[in-house]
T-cell receptor
Framework: EPEVTQTPSHQVTQMGQEVILRCVPI?????FYWYRQILGQKVEFLVS????????KSEIFDDQFSVERPDGSNFTLKIRSTKLEDSAMYFC???????????FGNGTRLTVT | AQTVTQSQPEMSVQEAETVTLSCTYD???????LFWYKQPPSRQMILVIR??????QNATENRFSVNFQKAAKSFSLKISDSQLGDAAMYFC????????????FGAGTILRVKS
């Protein structure tokens, strides 16, 4: 069964550094999302992306965050200047069409020191 | 804005027994989707079951079934014949129909299965 692939599985970075989290969606999927889960807490929506533009973003998704799909395949989340509170599990999720279920990647654990 | 509430932070069940996890939600929409996701210690997010609000029939997926009460805005998950592999965090989630359709998650319920 096709799956959403996220890399790296674990990223450790120093506060103030830029990180890029990568996601390869399932090939025919058109809707892309990033979610965040701080350890022990609920899964929170960050941003949705469709037709090469952001369709919705949450309050968490401030100017430090950006998303893009630079080559038509990879879907990336960039955090420009990481803070300690950005430490979390970041999930990419994609789906084919409006009514289709969401498929999650295995997540990237980001640790900011 | 829609909200999802899971009032049980933790639940325990004996192997082979049945357990029900509760979920309520708040929305003014008439059509939407509801989901249960399982998150094992590996922290993957695995879709367990989904329900379309326009369908009166409760969704069933093998040992997993839901009790969807639209008027009460309740969406509970029943796990029958519980197995050790069912131990995980379970999240209830809501999604609107249409363009603005992110998933809104509840806080989760940790399910422990005793042998």
């Amino acid at each position: 069964e096709p799956e959403v692939t996220q890399t790296p599985s674990h990223q450790v970075t120093q506060m103030g550094q830029e990180v890029i989290l990568r996601c390869v969606p399932i090939s025919n999927h058109l809707y892309f999302y990033w979610y965040r889960q701080i350890l022990g807490q609920k899964v929170e929506f960050l941003v949705s992306f469709y037709n090469n533009e952001i369709s919705e973003k949450s309050e968490i998704f401030d100017d430090q965050f950006s998303v893009e799909r630079p080559d038509g395949s990879n879907f990336t989340l960039k955090i420009r200047s990481t803070k300690l509170e950005d430490s979390a599990m970041y999930f990419c999720a994609t789906r084919a069409a409006s009514g289709s279920p969401l498929h999650f990647g295995n997540g990237t654990r980001l640790t900011v020191t | 804005a829609q909200t999802v509430t899971q009032s049980q932070p933790e639940m325990s069940v004996q192997e082979a027994e049945t357990v029900t996890l509760s979920c309520t939600y708040d929305t003014s929409e008439s059509d939407y989707y509801l989901f249960w996701y399982k998150q094992p210690p590996s922290r993957q997010m695995i879709l367990v079951i989904r329900q379309e609000a326009y369908k009166q029939q409760n969704a069933t997926e093998n040992r997993f079934s839901v009790n969807f009460q639209k008027a009460a805005k309740s969406f509970s998950l029943k796990i029958s014949d519980s197995q050790l592999g069912d131990a995980a965090m379970y999240f209830c989630a809501y999604r609107s129909v249409g363009y603005r359709n992110k998933l809104v998650f509840g806080a989760g319920t940790i399910l422990r299965v005793k042998s």
